[in-house]
Nanobody, 120 residues
């Protein structure tokens, strides 16, 4: 089974920056799409940004121009650089990935989430 572990969340003032990381571990054959989602209290979990194994990216309109998703395929890690943070970016951020393990089994997995709080 492939596990995802996020890190890098925290408390930051509006206008500040944070970088989230998500590392996949286990017996991994390949990872296709990786993405970041977020969920604020009382709201649904929404896509923030996604990236394919080839580097194609997709962003939510609310974060375009402020957030950048990237990945290191050799390390099975995806990053989310968040700049010009706003209080409305406050949420639990979750990593998601489509993977194939060493036995050929496919997964769509989630990390445990990391809290991002932006103070005004």
């Amino acid at each position: 089974q492939v596990q995802l572990v996020e890190s890098g969340g925290g408390l930051v003032q509006a206008g500040g920056s944070l970088t989230l990381s998500c590392a996949a571990s286990g017996i991994i054959f390949s990872i296709d799409a990786m993405g970041w989602y977020r969920q604020a209290p009382g709201k649904q979990r929404d896509l923030v940004a996604a990236i394919t194994s080839g580097g194609s990216t997709n962003y939510a309109d609310s974060v375009k121009g402020r957030f950048t998703i990237s990945r290191d395929n050799g390390k099975f890690t995806v990053y989310l650089q968040m700049n010009s943070l706003k209080p409305e970016d406050t949420a639990v951020y979750y990593c998601n990935a489509d993977s194939v393990d060493g036995y050929g089994k496919t997964y769509n997995g989630w990390g445990q989430g990391t809290q991002v709080t932006v103070s005004s």
